[in-house]
């Protein structure tokens, strides 16, 4: 059996990837321990859902910092205190640098089939819109390891949807997110079995 892993959750808006998170931990699908969630604004509603949770919080906010280096400074302290040894990017808008020690432990969530539709400016309906202008026939979401670039990094898997005729942005946002919903959980059980595997 596999252990529970100390994780940190980023968020900057609504929670609903955190909410999933929590909802699959309680049911026993996700073996994570929750050490905090660091919101990149006080207004984020995941503050709620993660109070309500009894998981420590703290907003972190990009304009206090001097540099971008400070600002990176300011979340990784609180996430190394914490314990957590894996850090979940859940609808976290801020870019961040990434420190040495965190190289492959952060790991991001996006709506859409990278490299497609990605990058600065391409998050939530935006992505979703940005597709269907395109005319693409297929949408989906991809969990990747995150690095100093906007929605870069290694990929860990991709689940995929046909995009329907008569979509609209928030019609694929609805169904990209159900994916996403068993996307993360997945994606992070096969870290988890992985690294698990690797010190046995």
Do not use: W
């Amino acid at each position: 059996m596999n252990p529970r892993i100390p994780i940190a959750v980023l968020i900057s808006g609504g929670g609903t990837t955190l909410k999933n998170l929590i909802q699959c931990a309680a049911q026993g699908a996700l073996p994570v321990e929750f050490r905090i969630v660091i919101s990149s604004t006080s207004k984020a509603k995941g503050l709620e859902i993660a109070s309500a949770a009894s998981i420590p919080t703290l907003v972190v906010t990009k304009k206090k910092a001097d540099s971008a280096e400070a600002h990176s400074e300011s979340v990784f302290s609180a996430i190394r205190q914490s314990g957590a040894e894996l850090v979940i990017m859940g609808g976290y808008l801020q870019h961040i640098l990434i420190p040495h020690d965190f190289e492959n432990r952060v790991i991001n969530i996006h709506p859409s089939l990278i490299p497609s539709f990605c990058g600065k400016g391409m998050y939530g309906h935006h992505v979703h819109q940005a597709a269907l202008e395109f005319g693409v026939k297929v949408s989906g979401c991809t969990v990747h390891y995150v690095d100093n670039q906007y929605d870069h990094g290694p990929i860990i898997l991709q689940r995929a949807c046909d995009v329907l005729p008569d979509d609209t942005a928030d019609t694929l946002q609805r169904r990209v997110f159900e994916l996403e919903c068993l996307a993360l959980p997945e994606a992070i059980r096969q870290i988890i079995s992985s690294r698990y595997s690797q010190s046995n």
